[in-house]
Nanobody, 115 residues
């Protein structure tokens, strides 16, 4: 069973924007804080943004002011609006709960920022 499906990644120039989406199983979405994670080549996966069931958000220092996490509770969907993208944002982006459920990882969506 695939519980989390990410989409919306792509190739953009520095300064560009992408809107990432995560379709979640209702059983996961309705009960948990959700987060976006990313993993760059040669790096460990790290948490970049979270949103609680009530809508409280938190961001890592590296993306604060540039990324916005949101959720549509009616559609069991989490979004990550990524603005002013930098080369160092290049990574595979994943959604999951926070704390994460290891068996729930999806395929991720690739974000590549390059000139």
């Amino acid at each position: 069973q695939v519980q989390l499906v990410e989409s919306g990644g792509g190739l953009v120039q520095p300064g560009g924007s992408l809107r990432l989406s995560c379709a979640a199983s209702a059983s996961i979405f309705r009960l948990n804080t959700m987060g976006w994670y990313r993993q760059a080549p040669g790096k460990q996966r790290s948490l970049v943004a979270t949103i609680t069931r009530g809508g409280t958000t938190n961001y890592s220092d590296s993306v604060k002011g540039r990324f916005t996490i949101s959720r549509d509770n009616a559609k069991n969907t989490v979004f990550l609006q990524t603005n002013n993208l930098k080369v160092e944002d290049t990574a595979v982006y994943y959604c999951n709960t926070d704390p994460f459920i290891d068996l729930a990882w999806g395929q991720g969506t690739q974000v590549t920022v390059s000139s």
